[in-house]
């Protein structure tokens, strides 16, 4: 009864975010502490190919509600045709691509400062948020079992 509770609520899919980004905090982590190292390339995990296999597990995880009339349910993603195709290796994401967004320099290393910081504090913030939301779930859950308003 009590997963039945939790898969029904977005908490699963929130737990995904959280740990993409502490995952992808690690790997931003490590290109600013190898930024004097010679020959170094920067790392990154992909958030966009996160974000496609989060709607792609989100289609697959609810049918499509019968539309009222007047009413078409109408994702974003369906209407931009950037549905994600079925057949992904579920850990793609645990790989790491090279960034070629920094600029090459003479000592070989391509990292940027001002780039990782940049891409940190975005991930925080991702990660940030998706935490405020699950603790307005629990929050809500809480006051659902305690009969509170």
Request: net charge negative; proline share 6%.
């Amino acid at each position: 009864m009590l997963s039945s509770l939790f898969e029904s609520s977005t908490l699963p899919l929130l737990e995904q975010v959280v740990n993409f980004t502490e995952a992808r905090h690690g790997v931003l982590a490590g290109n600013i502490a190898n930024l004097d190292t010679p020959g170094y390339r920067c790392q990154d995990l992909s958030p966009e190919a996160f974000e496609q296999q989060l709607r792609s597990a989100l289609q697959s995880r609810r049918p499509a509600p019968a539309a009222s009339p007047g009413e078409s349910w109408d994702p974003a993603w369906a209407r931009d045709g950037s549905a994600p195709a079925a057949a992904r290796p579920a850990d793609s994401l645990k790989t790491t691509s090279e960034s070629i967004k920094g600029m090459l320099r003479h000592d070989d290393n391509n990292a940027s400062l001002e780039e990782q910081v940049t891409e940190i504090a975005k991930n925080q913030s991702q990660h940030n948020m998706a935490l405020s939301l699950m603790r307005a779930q629990f929050s809500l859950l809480r006051a659902a079992i305690t009969e509170r308003a």
